[in-house]
């Protein structure tokens, strides 16, 4: 699947434990984006990273939140004492380059989180 | 102020019959492009089309058309001959040029759940 890849799809996590989501970007694709989805809402940016750089990090929240893309394996969003409304749908997206107006962002499947 | 619009929350249409789903947006960059994505009930997110700003026609993609007008600042997607798998939520998404100081993300509306009616 030359697609973006993310997992877990779902993960259920108890208030105060972390939760992990992970990344694979589309081949060839060295720009990583975040986005949240609360129920009935679209979406809403969270951070926009290159290999080993957080380019962006305008929408994410200032605690307990903290997203990677290392030189090796795949971008993760990690956060950090889950709270109930942390549950949301976590979407990735990839695009070839940053810079094109016209690049389109593709998307993984998301990460469905569930806070009980 | 909300920088798309999608002012429909709900649409129906009737199989094989053409629909329009709204969009407008607010930017004050002159280089910009406009996206619309699809997003099933299994809650994937799938490109459908672009329109850029510069652009001078209307973009295109099987029986996807987009219907821009700069002037007004809309963006509204036009699907033919509608099919059932059509049912679906439809974002817009913009993304700003460079000169507006946003990186690269996109900007979405809210939505409009479409059901394309048997």
């Known amino acids: 699947n030359a697609g973006v890849m993310q997992n877990p799809r779902h993960l259920v996590r108890r208030r105060g434990q972390e939760a992990r989501l992970r990344c694979s970007p589309m081949?060839?694709?060295?720009?990583v984006y975040w986005y949240r989805q609360l129920p009935e809402e679209g979406l809403k940016f969270m951070v926009y990273l290159q290999k080993e750089n957080i380019i962006d990090e305008s929408g994410m929240p200032k605690e307990r939140f903290s997203a990677e893309f290392p030189k090796e394996g795949p971008s993760i969003l990690r956060i950090q004492q889950v709270v109930r409304g942390d549950s949301a749908a976590y979407f990735c997206?990839?695009?070839?380059?940053?810079?094109?107006?016209?690049?389109?962002?593709?998307f993984g499947d998301g990460t469905r989180l569930s806070i009980l | 102020a909300q920088k798309i619009t999608q002012t429909q929350p709900g649409m129906f249409v009737q199989e094989k019959e053409a629909v329009t789903l709204d969009c407008t947006y607010d930017?004050?960059?002159?280089?910009?492009?406009l996206f619309w994505y699809k997003q099933p009930s299994s809650g994937e997110m799938i490109f459908l089309i672009y329109?850029?700003?510069?652009?001078?026609q209307n973009a295109t993609e099987g029986r996807y058309s987009l219907n821009f007008q700069k002037a007004r600042k809309s963006a509204n997607l036009v699907i033919s001959a509608s099919q059932l798998g059509d049912s679906a939520m439809y974002f817009c998404?913009?993304?700003?040029?460079?000169?507006?100081?946003?990186?690269?993300?996109?900007?979405f509306g809210s939505g409009t759940q479409l059901t394309v009616l048997p």
């Open positions: 081949k060839g694709h060295s720009h």
């Open positions: 930017t004050s960059d002159q280089s910009y492009g």
């Open positions: 998404a913009m993304r700003e040029g460079i000169s507006s100081g946003s990186a690269r993300q996109l900007t």
């Open positions: 997206a990839s695009s070839l380059d940053g810079t094109g107006d016209n690049q389109p962002q593709h």
């Open positions: 329109q850029g700003s510069y652009d001078e």
